[in-house]
């Protein structure tokens, strides 16, 4: 059993502020699957479903197969690109399967090696996602300027679209897609860094006086006046001038572009795109949770994988992650002694997790 996980940061606190797995413990499979059954919802489209928001078997199954002829499509393409092409090409065809998908938000991919769970039911990723971004809407409603950079997903660009239209159109919201090559070897990693303070080192050349951070804004406009149009929405994408090792390539595109800004104000920006915020919150999750931890693959012949620290109870899990949120934001501190919540200014202090673990309301 897979369950997803939808989370926003923002980058310079590291505050994960949304975090929300696609669950629902309080579910029994086999009692919904039979009153669906009685009403009919196999028959209905999807939308006016009594349960619309979790997965029947019949669907879930539906979408294995999807999803491995999709494989199969992507396969028979031929050869593999090169690593200078592989980013672009993985973005390209992100947007071809969201055109073939029924719904387009319906962005979740199935596979024959994960199941639905026992316990509980798998929400439907858009549910998750659209209620994401509703709460934080709410959440932020008094932050001055909201800016969010995301994986490219088209279900995530309509709920952030949908919570934060409003702002978007008053100019305090605004969203970038952030594409990053993650499956590289250590080396390639390294060449690309090389290869990006070479372009600085030529940059300075050009430029004499400016400082660093002056630089990359110059070389940030000149990847704009190059964006190019990728996918059936004429989305503008564009190389980040300074990958680093954990974002080794990253392409960015700018998804509320109204063209009202100064270019010395997108560069910047832009500049700032990154998943990382993100991407260390699951990572710390999977180091410090055993839980969380990845299955292992064994050196068996046949490269079994041992799920022994799964949560067979996936409410578990669920009530683990929340915990650890909570510790991540509020008690966690980091080099400047505050929390990341601290530094929202959400909380005065760092929180004890004693406090947190034995809390209790009052009436």
Same mark, same amino acid.
């Given at each position: 059993?897979?369950l997803?996980?939808?989370a926003?940061?923002?980058?310079?606190?590291?505050?994960?502020f949304?975090? +929300?797995?696609n669950?629902?413990?309080?579910?029994?499979?086999?009692?919904?699957?039979?009153?669906?059954?009685a009403v009919?919802?196999?028959?209905?489209?999807?939308?006016?479903?009594?349960?619309a928001?979790?997965w029947l078997? +019949?669907?879930?199954?539906?979408?294995?197969?999807?999803?491995?002829a999709?494989?199969?499509k992507?396969?028979?393409?031929?050869a593999? !690109?090169t690593?200078?092409?592989r980013?672009?090409?993985?973005?390209?065809?992100?947007?071809?399967?969201?055109?073939l998908r029924?719904?387009?938000?319906?962005?979740?991919?199935?596979?024959?090696e994960?199941?639905?769970?026992?316990?509980g039911?798998?929400?439907?990723e858009?549910?998750?996602?659209?209620?994401?971004?509703?709460?934080?809407?709410?959440?932020?409603?008094?932050?001055?300027?909201?800016?969010?950079?995301m994986?490219?997903?088209s279900?995530?660009?309509?709920?952030?679209?949908?919570?934060?239209?409003?702002r978007?159109?008053?100019?305090?919201?605004?969203?970038?897609y952030?594409?990053?090559l993650?499956?590289?070897?250590?080396?390639?990693?390294?060449?690309?860094?090389?290869?990006?303070?070479?372009?600085l080192?030529?940059?300075a050349? /050009?430029h004499?006086?400016?400082?660093?951070?002056?630089?990359?804004?110059?070389?940030?406009?000149?990847?704009?006046?190059?964006?190019?149009?990728?996918?059936? /929405?004429?989305?503008?994408?564009?190389?980040?001038?300074?990958?680093?090792?954990?974002e080794?390539?990253?392409?960015?595109?700018?998804?509320?572009?109204?063209?009202?800004?100064?270019?010395?104000?997108?560069?910047?920006l832009?500049l700032?795109?990154s998943?990382?915020?993100?991407?260390?919150?699951f990572?710390?999750a999977?180091?410090?949770?055993s839980?969380?931890?990845?299955?292992?693959?064994?050196?068996?012949?046949d490269?079994?994988?041992?799920h022994? /620290?799964?949560?067979?109870? !996936?409410?578990n899990?669920?009530?683990v992650?929340?915990?650890?949120?909570?510790?991540?934001?509020y008690?966690?501190?980091?080099?400047?002694?505050?929390?990341?919540?601290?530094?929202?200014?959400?909380?005065k202090? !760092?929180?004890r997790?004693?406090?947190?673990?034995?809390?209790?309301?009052?009436?």
């Amino acid at each position: 059993m897979v369950l997803s996980a939808i989370a926003s940061a923002d980058l310079e606190s590291g505050y994960v502020f949304g975090f +929300h797995l696609n669950f629902d413990p309080s579910l029994d499979p086999d009692e919904v699957e039979g009153e669906a059954a009685a009403v009919g919802d196999a028959a209905r489209f999807e939308p006016f479903r009594k349960f619309a928001r979790v997965w029947l078997a +019949h669907d879930y199954n539906a979408a294995v197969a999807t999803t491995t002829a999709l494989r199969e499509k992507r396969l028979a393409k031929g050869a593999k !690109p090169t690593q200078a092409d592989r980013l672009a090409m993985e973005i390209a065809e992100t947007y071809e399967a969201a055109q073939l998908r029924p719904d387009v938000e319906a962005s979740e991919t199935k596979t024959a090696e994960q199941a639905l769970p026992a316990r509980g039911m798998q929400v439907r990723e858009q549910y998750t996602m659209h209620g994401h971004f509703q709460l934080l809407a709410a959440m932020l409603q008094g932050a001055e300027k909201v800016r969010v950079y995301m994986d490219q997903d088209s279900g995530i660009r309509a709920a952030f679209l949908a919570a934060f239209a409003d702002r978007i159109k008053d100019r305090t919201a605004d969203g970038w897609y952030v594409s990053v090559l993650k499956e590289t070897t250590i080396h390639d990693k390294e060449r690309a860094v090389q290869r990006a303070k070479t372009r600085l080192r030529e940059a300075a050349s /050009y430029h004499p006086g400016l400082t660093e951070d002056e630089l990359l804004v110059e070389m940030m406009k000149d990847e704009m006046r190059r964006a190019t149009t990728v996918g059936q /929405y004429d989305d503008k994408w564009l190389e980040h001038p300074m990958p680093n090792m954990s974002e080794p390539a990253k392409k960015v595109c700018w998804l509320t572009d109204l063209g009202d800004y100064e270019d010395e104000h997108a560069a910047r920006l832009y500049l700032r795109a990154s998943l990382h915020a993100v991407d260390r919150f699951f990572m710390q999750a999977r180091r410090r949770l055993s839980l969380a931890e990845r299955s292992i693959v064994t050196a068996s012949k046949d490269r079994r994988v041992w799920h022994g /620290y799964s949560a067979y109870r !996936p409410e578990n899990l669920a009530k683990v992650l929340e915990i650890f949120r909570v510790f991540y934001n509020y008690c966690k501190v980091g080099d400047d002694k505050k929390t990341p919540a601290m530094r929202l200014g959400l909380a005065k202090g !760092p929180v004890r997790l004693e406090d947190v673990l034995y809390f209790q309301a009052s009436d």
